[in-house]
């Protein structure tokens, strides 16, 4: 075989490209899916994507949704890569989710509690039969049955518990630095809890699903029970210099996790209800309940706790928690390596001849 | 381009990457923090070297982008494309052409000058990496050159395999101070590094730090007196240039052990074949049945 110098990356590049619009578009005479349409009906994708995308647009998100075919890690880094170009104006004053507009809050500790339990929208009591109804184009379900909102806010069960001091506080407010954003720092040692709190929001799905999971197999336990899961729509507020006061720039979806794990007191701290959190924007409770379970793991110094599993290791989560970065290297693994490659082979020559001349003498 | 700045980053970010790369350059060897942006291309493409590229790319500028010594694989042409997009900058594949070089794995078989800057890209920063999993606990042991966790690991090696088995990513003291990874450049640009007259920025993106070397500075391959640092290049010459001292990529011809051997440096291959230099053009069969290869790698044209 001639062997010539390999050219045409670039026409490779062109070619591929145009092979990829194509497939992502798919058969023609399928009508095109419609942003608006993945926005109402694959919301949680849009959700995910937006949250592990670290910015709030479901309309950009939708179009993410749509130009990765449905990838949402790829759509997430769309997002990211776009985001990335926004300047920060500022930060936000801390959001009170208590005066969520809940569509949904449990509590897995109290049958009963202010505001009340409030199933909302879940999958957690459906039968997962395919329903193959879907599959013929199908009629909009019947309207389903509406109530007047509790006009009250609806108090955090935390701050139930923390009436009788059985659950630790949510600590001071540093109001001498702004929070942490790891888009503008690299992470460092000891991590804060906002920047660790930050990562994990950022964080993988999965990732948080996996690790959260293994803290209740025994790989850093900590007795958790869902004080709460609420999700809905908060206002975000800021203070622009220039005003002084606080005003409404909009509302965001969230979903919040409030996880009570034991603790059984140490010589200076009687035993008290401790804390794990999760905030997600969207709808994103398996998310969100990871995220708390993995945050508590984390605090184990703060207890006085031994560290000894993966998801204790605050290291370890927040330097593999990124799917962003996860994904770009071990998918670069794909890249030419043929230079170290070809060393790897002559040093494994070199090493095998000289092996073989010490075995013939 | 419409919309962005010029090589896309806006000028907070490469002010706060030009400090970095300052303090990089006063510190050689030394691993600067820096907050990385996360960038249209995937991390592990080579985004730390995008941002230092794009931190002292000027409009008058000349760039080369080469992976693997070649400027047409395709990442390479990618990122050239990118800042040909993004900043208008003029390109060459040319090395003696080139203002700034990005490289990924080589570095280019001619002597690079001192108006010349070259942008590595780096997976992996941290030379300790395989002997200690903790960043903040090699930040420790940098910080008190304790590097002998390095030198074991090289004896070790000696102690079973008769010589050191790190064969590319090998690892260098930088001005006497600093071990650092050299990216994973073959060992045998190992010796290219040292008093380098061109200006050596190293970023990496997912990892989130800038080193450098500065002009001129003394870069040693690490090893021991009775066992002095030693280069690997496959024993051939260039089948298209005839180099017998350049590197080499290996190509398989055919499936029953042909291999051809050609310059990895395709600039400076093509450059020689200009000047008249041939090569046999033909590829290399291999001695044995491939049933006896574990007689090692003899080839013969």
Request: proline share 7%; aromatic share 8%.
């Amino acid at each position: 075989m001639a062997y010539v110098a390999v050219k045409g990356g670039e026409r490779a590049i062109d070619n591929a490209h145009a092979w990829l619009a194509e497939e992502r578009r798919g058969d023609p005479s399928v009508p095109e899916v419609c942003v608006a349409q993945i926005g109402a009906q694959l919301g949680r994708a849009v959700d995910r994507v937006m949250a592990e995308g670290s910015l709030y647009d479901p309309e950009l998100a939708a179009v993410a949704v749509k130009q990765s075919q449905g990838d949402l890690i790829e759509a997430a880094f769309l997002l990211r890569a776009y985001r990335t170009t926004l300047p920060r104006f500022g930060y936000s004053t801390p959001l009170d989710t208590a005066a969520m507009r809940v569509r949904r809050r449990v509590s897995a500790v109290y049958k009963d509690l202010p505001g009340g339990q409030v199933l909302g929208p879940t999958y957690d009591y459906t039968h997962r039969l395919l329903d193959f109804a879907l599959a013929a184009d199908g009629t909009p379900p019947p309207p389903a049955p509406r109530a007047e909102a509790e006009a009250a806010t609806m108090p955090r069960v935390s701050d139930i518990l923390r009436g009788e001091d059985l659950i630790e506080g949510d600590g001071p407010r540093e109001t001498d630095r702004e929070p942490t954003d790891l888009t503008r720092e690299p992470l460092g040692f000891p991590a804060s809890r906002d920047a660790r709190l930050q990562a994990l929001a950022r964080g993988d799905e999965g990732f948080l699903l996996a690790m959260g999971y293994s803290t209740q197999r025994g790989w850093g336990g900590s007795h958790p029970f869902v004080g709460e899961v609420r999700l809905g729509e908060v206002a975000v507020e800021i203070v622009p210099p220039e005003l002084g006061f606080a005003i409404d720039i909009g509302d965001v979806t969230l979903t919040e996790c409030q996880m009570i794990n034991q603790f059984k007191g140490s010589k200076t701290k009687p035993p008290q209800f401790t804390r794990g959190y999760g905030l997600v924007f969207g709808h994103a409770e398996r998310k969100a309940m990871g995220m708390a379970l993995v945050d508590r793991a984390m605090r184990h110094d703060e207890f006085g706790e031994e560290a000894t599993a993966p998801a204790q290791n605050v290291e370890f989560i927040l330097y593999h928690s990124d799917n962003i970065e996860g994904t770009g290297f071990v998918e670069h693994l794909k890249l030419p390596h043929y230079v170290d490659f070809q060393s790897e082979l002559e040093t494994i020559r070199r090493m095998r001849r000289e092996a073989e001349v010490a075995l013939h003498e | 381009m419409n919309g962005y700045n010029f090589a896309y980053l806006d000028e907070q970010t490469k002010r706060m990457i030009r400090r970095a790369l300052l303090k990089a350059v006063a510190i050689p060897g030394h691993q600067v923090p820096f907050g990385s942006r996360e960038m249209p291309l995937p991390y592990g493409w080579g985004t730390g070297g995008i941002q230092v590229t794009a931190s002292v790319l000027g409009a008058d500028d000349t760039l080369k982008v080469i992976d693997q010594g070649a400027d047409d694989t395709t990442n390479a042409v990618s990122i050239r494309r990118f800042f040909a997009r993004t900043a208008g900058v003029a390109t060459t594949t040319d090395t003696e052409q080139a203002t700034i070089i990005q490289t990924r794995h080589r570095i280019p078989e001619k002597k690079l000058r001192e108006d010349q800057i070259i942008v590595y890209q780096v997976p992996q920063p941290e030379p300790l990496f395989k002997l200690e999993s903790s960043r903040a606990e090699t930040r420790r042991m940098h910080a008190l050159a304790e590097y002998g966790a390095m030198h074991v690991r090289l004896y070790e090696d000696i102690t079973r395999f008769g010589q050191v088995a790190i064969s590319y990513d090998y690892p260098v003291m930088v001005g006497g101070r600093f071990l650092m990874a050299p990216s994973p450049i073959p060992a045998f640009d190992n010796p290219k590094m040292h008093m380098m007259p061109a200006l050596q920025l190293f970023g990496a993106g997912r990892e989130k730090r800038i080193y450098a070397i500065p002009p001129y500075t003394e870069v040693r391959s690490l090893d021991f007196e009775d066992h002095p640092f030693r280069t690997t290049r496959a024993p051939h010459r260039c089948a298209l240039c005839n180099a017998d001292n350049s590197y080499l990529d290996e190509v398989v011809t055919d499936d029953r052990g042909g291999r051809m051997f050609v310059c990895s440096d395709t600039d400076h291959c093509e450059t020689r074949q200009e000047a008249g230099h041939a090569g046999t053009g033909e590829a290399l069969v291999r001695e044995a049945p491939v049933g006896s290869a574990a007689r090692g790698g003899g080839m013969k044209p």
